[in-house]
């Protein structure tokens, strides 16, 4: 099971939670574990977000590993400018 942080503007689509467990290998399947599990998170991850990994931004795409100890952040897109 992998541990996602939830950035303040998620968690009330998550029941509350500021950290939600799901099973995954990589950054797909982690953000389709959390739409699974808490419906109301799509909309949201539909339309984009950052993830964090270990204290870095993933920019590999969603095929990214993700490992059990990894400590991951889903945060509000980064947009560069």
């Given at each position: 099971?992998v541990?996602?942080?939830?950035?303040?503007?998620?968690?009330?689509?998550?029941?509350?939670?500021?950290?939600?467990?799901?099973?995954?290998?990589?950054v797909?399947?982690?953000?389709?574990?959390?739409?699974?599990?808490?419906?109301?998170?799509?909309?949201?991850?539909?339309?984009?977000?950052?993830?964090?990994?270990?204290?870095?931004?993933?920019?590999?795409?969603?095929?990214?590993?993700?490992?059990?100890?990894?400590?991951?952040?889903?945060?509000?897109?980064?947009?560069?400018?």
């Amino acid at each position: 099971m992998v541990e996602v942080n939830l950035w303040s503007g998620l968690r009330p689509l998550a029941d509350g939670r500021d950290r939600v467990e799901v099973d995954a290998g990589t950054v797909r399947e982690m953000l389709a574990g959390l739409v699974a599990a808490y419906p109301g998170l799509e909309p949201a991850i539909s339309a984009g977000v950052s993830v964090a990994i270990d204290g870095r931004i993933v920019t590999g795409g969603l095929n990214e590993a993700v490992a059990p100890d990894s400590e991951v952040f889903l945060l509000q897109r980064i947009k560069g400018g």
